[in-house]
């Protein structure tokens, strides 16, 4: 049978928090294939280190279990999915708005949300109470010549220092 | 992390030099109150020039350390962040309260 995808790849690690550096640098190692812009990694990186940030202290609040990354491409779009069996949101849309947090206390910003949904270009949040949570994300990658062309064209102010 | 103290301006500063994100802001947290604690500084600085990722755990621990260093009657800047950092400071409306300093230059 044919994949679906032009490349896969998955991890499963514990919710330990010196893993979010492992998990968002491994997602980065396996992006860089479509050839992305220092600041499109950047974006790629911070969005995966909020997912797993939260499946630690929301879904398994600082308890031992396990979270699973799963990275699809197809074309220029790399798909990441980051899910955890842990206590689950009780309510998605309200967990999504900027600044709400149920953790305070932890110093929490309530803007984990927030960052993934504007730095990737999808968001999808699915939840089950007692079962778990998975987040699914998207970024399309732009090709190389595109980015030239609009580079060119002026449209893209390339912010990062050379 | 590497910390300042500058006596005459009653100024702290902190070298940041790891990613932050929340395994390391529990340690760069503690370390910071230890020495706002002991110096009770008017004004801290937040250097970004050696910090090259940062999520929203960092967000949470400058503004904790933001809040400690205003009941002292001080405030905070931040110095030397970079483009991809600068946009979460943004989108987050970091800079109103700890403003990026335009000059940048090495204190310490």
Do not use: W
């Not at chain 1, 514990?14 to 499109?40: C, G, H, W, Y």
């Not at chain 2, 005459?8 to 503690?30: A, G, Q, Y």
């Amino acid at each position: 049978m044919k994949n679906l995808y032009d490349n896969e790849m998955r991890l499963e690690f514990l919710s330990k928090s010196n893993n979010e550096a492992f998990a968002r640098i491994s997602v980065a190692a396996f992006a860089s294939q479509l050839d992305p812009t220092i600041e499109e990694l950047a974006d790629i990186k911070t969005a995966v280190s909020e997912a797993v940030t939260n499946c630690i202290i929301h879904g398994y609040e600082n308890t031992e279990g396990k979270i699973e990354v799963i990275c699809k491409i197809f074309a220029n779009t790399i798909m990441i999915e980051v899910s955890d069996n842990g206590k689950g949101i009780e309510n998605v849309d309200m967990a999504k708005e900027p600044l709400y947090t149920t953790k305070p206390d932890l110093e929490r910003s309530g803007m984990g949300f927030t960052i993934m949904d504007s730095f990737m270009d999808d968001l999808n949040v699915e939840s089950i109470l007692g079962l778990g949570t998975k987040v699914t994300m998207k970024k399309v990658i732009q090709k190389q010549e595109q980015k030239e062309e609009e580079k060119q064209e002026g449209k893209i102010f390339s912010s990062f220092r050379i | 992390m590497k910390t300042h103290y500058i006596e005459k301006d009653k100024l702290l500063s902190f070298e940041i030099t790891e990613e932050i994100d929340h395994h390391t802001t529990e340690k760069i947290r503690r370390r910071m109150d230890n020495e706002i604690t002991k110096y009770m500084p008017r004004k801290i600085v937040f250097d970004f020039n050696q910090v090259t990722f940062m999520d929203s755990a960092g967000i949470g621990m400058l503004i904790g350390r933001y809040k400690m260093v205003k009941m002292l009657g001080g405030s905070a800047e931040l110095i030397n962040v970079k483009p991809s950092i600068k946009k979460i400071f943004e989108m987050c409306g970091v800079l109103k309260i700890i403003p990026i300093r335009k000059e940048e230059t090495k204190v310490g």
